[in-house]
């Protein structure tokens, strides 16, 4: 029965409470900076750029104060996955690597294990790529509530409304999603005890029973879209009842402040970022 | 029931209530599906599980159009972006690009073959939306060299 008590598990956002200098940002600025360092890390590909990268996401995790086993703790259930595929990426696919700045020289080579300098890279590379943007998207969520993240992405994408982007309405969406998520899980909990109640197998799902398990899912999914169809029904009623005109002319409760510390951080990363883009053919190795 | 179609309130903006509640809450089910795990199949493979998040997208893009379709695409990228734990899926251009075409085919296959056969279409275009995400995020795994 543990298995299926989802309300407990969902704790999206999981927005942890502290008073840094992180967590007092504007949410513009965080979402920009945000995508700055990920355009940045996504396409670093020598060992210099990823080295510099993870010691500005780690100076910025210490900077929000959030415990880095915290963050951590996210990834020991995947551990073993990304371990066995670096081990692949290391033995097997040697020649499929060219090395960044460096001639391809194979350092072992017994059947079909082929380790090359190209393949230590990409395994390295790759590797910390992902802790740095990890720890970056954990941070972005555990230190900004989840309706300054919606109110911050609507303000971002208001410019864009002249070219017909509907800003307020995609800001809307996003919270009606996260506002029945819990009501959804609820719903999913509720039907699987009733078919536990009524002797249907629950849990204990084999890899190597993966048709009984589509099958047992084809059984929660459709009593559960059938469900949000009609609650959607309801609030698009509801909505419309109250005549409903869309963002046009509406005015915030919360307003945004965007202060001299913000256009500071906003500044640094843009140019942090800008300069890691185009200095990213130029690292020494 | 009372029905209120036409929504004559939003005339001027390009969504109209019923698209961003539907949108909103095809979302939540994905979400839902990935957050809970229940949305994972595991196979008999080590290194990843089969996936049924992207069938809200599909609904989505088959029921309300390609718009709702994108949009729903978009938050389950964004969402396995942020959730993601296999080095593949921290990449924007794995996680996200593919996605957002998943609902756009399904519909672009479905207003094909409305006219020959309504259930055949809905087959059709979820059979067409799952092979989109599949083809394009291994696609752009191997484009981006994991």
């Not at chain 1, 990426?89 to 194979?106: C, D, H, I, K, S």
């Not at chain 1, 029945?180 to 009524?198: G, W």
């Not at chain 1, 005015?251 to 942090?272: E, K, N, S």
């Not at chain 2, 109209?16 to 095809?26: N, T």
Request: aromatic share 10%; glycine share 8%; proline share 4%.
């Amino acid at each position: 029965m543990e298995s299926i008590q989802f309300q407990r598990y969902i704790t999206i956002g999981q927005y942890v409470a502290g008073r840094s200098l992180i967590h007092r940002l504007d949410p513009r600025t965080k979402l920009s900076a945000f995508l700055f360092l990920t355009l940045a890390i996504t396409f670093s590909r020598s060992y210099t750029a990823n080295a510099i990268l993870l010691l500005v996401t780690l100076g910025l995790v210490l900077a929000a104060r959030v415990s880095i086993r915290y963050l951590l703790s996210g990834l020991r259930p995947a551990l073993p996955f990304i371990l066995l595929l670096a081990i692949m990426q290391l033995l097997f696919y040697g020649n499929a690597y060219v090395p960044y700045r460096m001639e391809p020289v194979t350092l072992w080579r017994v059947g079909w294990i082929h380790v090359t300098n190209g393949s230590i890279q990409a395994v390295i590379v790759s590797t910390s790529r992902f802790v740095e943007l990890l720890f970056l998207t954990s941070l972005l969520t555990n230190t900004t509530r989840l309706t300054d993240l919606t109110h911050g992405i609507e303000a971002m994408l208001r410019p864009y409304r002249r070219l017909g982007l509907p800003a307020h309405e995609l800001s809307l969406v996003a919270t009606i999603a996260l506002r029945f998520l819990p009501l959804l899980a609820e719903q999913a909990e509720n039907i699987l005890k009733a078919q536990a109640s009524r002797g249907a197998p629950i849990a204990q799902r084999g890899r190597l029973q993966f048709v009984a398990t589509a099958r047992q899912l084809a059984v929660l999914l459709v009593p559960l879209f059938v469900d949000a169809f009609r609650r959607a029904e309801d609030l698009i009623l509801a909505m419309q009842a109250r005549c409903y005109a869309g963002g046009r002319g509406r005015t915030c409760y919360v307003q945004l402040q965007f202060d001299r510390t913000d256009a500071l951080v906003y500044g640094l990363t843009l140019v942090f970022s800008a300069a890691m883009l185009v200095l990213r053919n130029w690292f020494p190795i | 029931m009372l029905d209120l179609d036409g929504d004559y309130a939003m005339r001027e903006s390009s969504l109209s209530v019923r698209k961003i509640v539907i949108a909103g809450v095809l979302s939540a089910i994905t979400i839902l599906l990935g957050w809970t795990r229940l949305g994972f199949i595991t196979v008999p493979s080590i290194v990843a599980d089969a996936t049924i998040m992207h069938v809200p997208v599909i609904v989505g893009g088959v029921v309300e159009g390609p718009v709702v379709g994108t949009i729903v695409g978009l938050i389950f990228g964004v969402f396995s972006f942020i959730q993601g734990t296999i080095p593949a899926f921290k990449d924007v251009l794995v996680a996200i690009l593919p996605r957002l075409f998943i609902g756009i085919t399904a519909w672009l296959v479905y207003i094909a073959l409305k006219r020959v056969n309504r259930y055949a279409a809905v087959v059709v275009a979820s059979v067409v939306g799952s092979l989109t995400n599949t083809v394009g995020v291994l696609g752009m795994g191997v484009v981006r060299g994991y």
